[in-house]
């Protein structure tokens, strides 16, 4: 089992940037993706972005491509999503995700606690 712990959430003003984090612990398998998903209130979790933990490669939902990034510190189980240009339409409880298959959570996997960003206009 996978344990993940967001950090970096918080408030940003339109055209901000935020940063966060994600700490893995636990017996992490190098084929696995890694990635972010987010849920707004009333609506239902989607995909942000996702991560290759060992070679790297990265997908993003159309919304936040050019805008996010995805980057992964190995040797020290980092996950993080550099979130610049923000958007009030970004405002969401932000989900870290270990075991993502496509744009979606894979059947075996785990999920962080969530972590809160608000943008204002």
């Known amino acids: 089992q996978v344990q993940l712990v967001e950090s970096g959430g918080g408030v940003a003003q339109a055209g901000g940037s935020l940063r966060l984090s994600c700490a893995a612990s636990g017996r992490t398998v190098s084929s696995y993706y890694m990635g972010w998903f987010r849920q707004a209130p009333g609506k239902e979790r989607e995909f942000v972005a996702r991560?290759?933990?060992?070679?790297?490669?990265?997908y993003y939902a159309e919304s936040v491509k050019g805008r996010f990034t995805i980057s992964r510190d190995i040797a020290k189980n980092m996950v993080y999503l550099q979130m610049n240009n923000l958007k009030p339409e970004d405002t969401a409880v932000y989900y870290c995700r270990y075991g993502v298959l496509g744009t979606a959570a894979s059947a075996f996997g785990s999920w962080g606690q969530g972590t809160q960003v608000t943008v204002s206009s």
């Open positions: 991560i290759n933990w060992s070679g790297g490669s990265t």
